[in-house]
């Protein structure tokens, strides 16, 4: 009897426990996807008068990269079609060598075909061992 006792409370905890994660995966993409939109359209607004974003832009990009990291709670990083970092909010992620300043640009999805730079919020990903999350915007024609 004890055997059983001890048996459905484990297989109770188990079953709270897988809810409980799947519950909190969850919550968490949602917030990670609303930041990630959010931080989109102020960076969006912000560069209106732009046409393309370049390296040269890299300081004032990272300033407001920075800005909107703090306000969203979350690190983000600007590519340039080609792969290349164009701006970050956080250098010493790249300049420590966790994350190489470049990336695969057929990684992440080109609704533009090409063109345009692409918003990268970290999401469900490993920097060396540590997990992190990574969400994507559309690149836009700034």
């Known amino acids: 009897m004890l055997f059983f006792a001890a048996l459905g409370l484990f297989l ?3 079953g709270t426990q897988r809810l409980l994660s799947g519950h909190y995966e969850q919550h968490t993409n949602e917030l990670l996807e609303e930041r990630t ?10 560069l209106r008068g732009e046409a393309v974003l370049s390296a040269r832009m890299g300081a004032y990009l990272n300033h407001l990269l920075s800005k909107l990291s703090n ?11 080609d792969g290349g970092l164009l701006a970050t909010s956080r250098p010493q992620v790249f300049n420590t060598g966790l994350i190489a300043p470049r990336m695969d640009p057929r990684s992440l999805p080109s609704p533009c075909g090409g063109r345009g730079q692409q918003l990268h919020a970290r999401g469900a990903h490993r920097l060396r ?7 994507t915007l559309p690149q836009r024609p700034w």
């Open 12 to 14: 109770f905890a188990l």
């Open 37 to 46: 939109r959010s931080a989109g359209v102020e960076l969006h607004d912000k």
């Open 71 to 81: 306000v969203f709670f979350t690190d983000i990083t600007l590519y340039s079609p």
């Open 129 to 135: 061992t540590l997990p992190h999350r990574i969400r």
